[in-house]
């Protein structure tokens, strides 16, 4: 062997390091794994029981009418069931209320991804004159009045109401929140029997002809990107003139140029300002999928049949993220038997607490 091969020789198992890594993280399913948890804020089981009475707590909204739970409601698999979601009276949101559950695990929260963790994102809803519309000073005298609040602060968090612990207590409770024993998870574990015949030839699709697995991988079912699939506008956002108010306020509030005229969401755009980023949106988690129609981040699709139709077309006129498909009935219906089956972990049971 000559010494000028040397250094090609070299890159040889550097390449295959590349390969196999590579290889290993984008489009592998894995099994359930517990949370990741943030040192700051450890999960104590007096912490989580405060979150949960904080999560169901209608103070938390500044007339007293909503909690967490009204568009996150445990009965709807932490969903409200609305395309675009429920809102503070007479006002209305603009975009689907996606489940809690699992959200643990996503590196980006809310469909743009514009906050990356549950302490920064539960004070937003709060404070949100759209949603909850709260004010932080007065939320927390509020619950400085209430003796149970008090003590069980001082008892967590060794202190007293603060909006940060607010927000720490309620994430710990989200953390809760997640899919276990759904068969995918049995299968990924080597239970053969797991899954039925037609999930089976479904999750060939996910992987293989569907290409799904490119983006919807690793625990959540989610690569934790952005991708622009041009899923249509819901109708609302140019017909409904509270949703409207909402599209230009939450663009206003990002410092969109041209709120004014706005006839879309902008997606992961409103947040970066990147042109690559316009009608992005987060790959959102496909565990427990069979439970949280409506679908997208504007619930514009009522059915997982809607979605595939999408898919299968290769999304929205212009996207350049996905591909026609050409997936036959059956395989669409094998697919659909995978989504509906498999992710679908067991029942979270919530004992619904007594709120002081
Ligand atoms: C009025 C309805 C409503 C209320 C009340 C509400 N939410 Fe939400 N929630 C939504 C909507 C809609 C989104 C998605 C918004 C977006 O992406 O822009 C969302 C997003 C989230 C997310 C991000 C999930 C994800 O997958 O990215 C979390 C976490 C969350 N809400 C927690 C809470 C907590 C905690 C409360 C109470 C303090 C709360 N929500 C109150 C409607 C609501
Ligand atoms: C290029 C990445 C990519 C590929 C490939 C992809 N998806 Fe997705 N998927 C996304 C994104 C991004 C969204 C969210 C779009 C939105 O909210 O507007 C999404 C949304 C969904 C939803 C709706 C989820 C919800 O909670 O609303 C389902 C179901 C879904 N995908 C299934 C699939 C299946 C099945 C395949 C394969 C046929 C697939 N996806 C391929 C990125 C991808």
């Not at 999960?43 to 999560?55: C, M, R, Y």
């Not at 899919?179 to 015949?197: C, F, I, Q, R, T």
Request: hydrophobic residues 35%; charged residues 25%.
């Amino acid at each position: 062997m000559s010494k000028n091969n040397k250094p090609v020789l070299l890159l040889i198992p550097l390449v295959c390091i590349a390969f196999f890594s590579l290889n290993v993280y984008a489009g592998h399913l894995e099994p359930f794994r517990s949370v990741p948890v943030p040192k700051h804020n450890p999960q104590t089981p007096e912490k989580i029981e405060l979150g949960k009475k904080l999560f169901f707590d209608r103070r938390l909204s500044g007339d007293g009418t909503m909690s967490c739970a009204t568009c996150h409601n445990p009965e709807q698999a932490f969903t409200d069931g609305q395309d675009i979601s429920l809102s503070y009276p007479t006002t209305m949101n603009w975009r689907n209320a996606p489940t809690l559950i699992n959200t643990a695990f996503q590196k980006f929260l809310f469909h743009d991804g514009r906050v990356k963790s549950l302490e920064d994102q539960a004070l937003f809803p709060l404070m949100s004159a759209f949603e909850m519309n709260q004010n932080l000073d007065f939320v927390e005298e509020e619950l400085r009045v209430v003796p149970e609040y008090v003590e069980a602060f001082k008892k967590v968090f060794g202190g007293d109401v603060t909006r940060e612990r607010i927000a720490m207590a309620i994430a710990a409770f989200e953390r809760t929140l997640v899919s276990v024993n759904s068969p995918l998870d049995k299968h990924l574990k080597g239970d053969k029997s797991a899954l039925s015949e037609d999930a089976k030839k479904g999750l060939e699709i996910f992987e293989g002809k569907g290409k799904c697995a490119d983006c919807h991988y690793g625990v959540n079912l989610s690569d934790n990107r952005f991708h622009a699939l041009n899923v249509p506008e819901n109708p609302a956002l140019l017909n409904e003139p509270r949703v409207i108010a909402t599209m230009r306020f939450t663009a206003k509030v990002y410092h969109y140029e041209d709120y004014k005229n706005l006839r879309e969401d902008p997606g992961r755009y409103l947040i970066t300002k990147n042109k690559k980023d316009r009608k992005a949106f987060r790959t959102p988690s496909l565990r427990e999928i069979s439970k949280t129609a409506p679908y997208m981040h504007n619930g514009v699709f009522k059915t997982l049949d809607e979605v595939l139709d999408f898919l299968n077309k290769g999304g929205g006129p212009g996207n350049k993220a996905l591909k026609p498909l050409g997936l036959t009935g059956e395989e669409k219906r094998y697919l659909k038997a995978f989504l509906t089956e498999a992710p679908a972990g067991e029942d979270i049971a919530i004992k619904y607490p007594e709120v002081p």
